[in-house]
Nanobody, 116 residues
Framework: QVQFVESGGGLVQPGGSLRLSCAAS????????MGWYRQAPGKQRELVAT????????NSADSVKGRFPISSDNVEKTLYLQMNSLNPEDTAVYYC?????????WGQGTQVTVSS
């Protein structure tokens, strides 16, 4: 069973940046499309960015397009989300998983809070 471990979240002021990391067991990054998801309080989990196997192409939701580039390191088995120009609407718990159909098991996520 693949396990995901997210890290890198924290408290940041509006306009700031964070870099999230996701470590996964196995060779999932070179086989499957992966994505970063987020869930804000009282809202459904949403998919914000995806990257195909071997990082051939990426895509992102309109809400983060141009601000949250996604990348992966297949050797290190790590997925990244560089978060720039953060605003309070980006406050959420961020998760990584296969995309667009996530696996049943999720990591603990990493909390991102954007506030002055």
């Amino acid at each position: 069973q693949v396990q995901f471990v997210e890290s890198g979240g924290g408290l940041v002021q509006p306009g700031g940046s964070l870099r999230l990391s996701c470590a996964a067991s196995g060779s999932i990054f070179i086989i499957y499309t992966m994505g970063w998801y987020r869930q804000a309080p009282g809202k459904q989990r949403e998919l914000v960015a995806t990257i195909t196997a071997r990082a051939w192409s990426t895509n992102s939701a309109d809400s983060v397009k141009g601000r949250f580039p996604i990348s992966s390191d297949n050797v290190e088995k790590t997925l990244y989300l560089q978060m720039n120009s953060l605003n309070p609407e980006d406050t959420a718990v961020y998760y990584c998983n296969e995309a667009p159909s996530p696996r049943d098991s999720w990591g603990q996520g990493t909390q991102v809070t954007v506030s002055s």
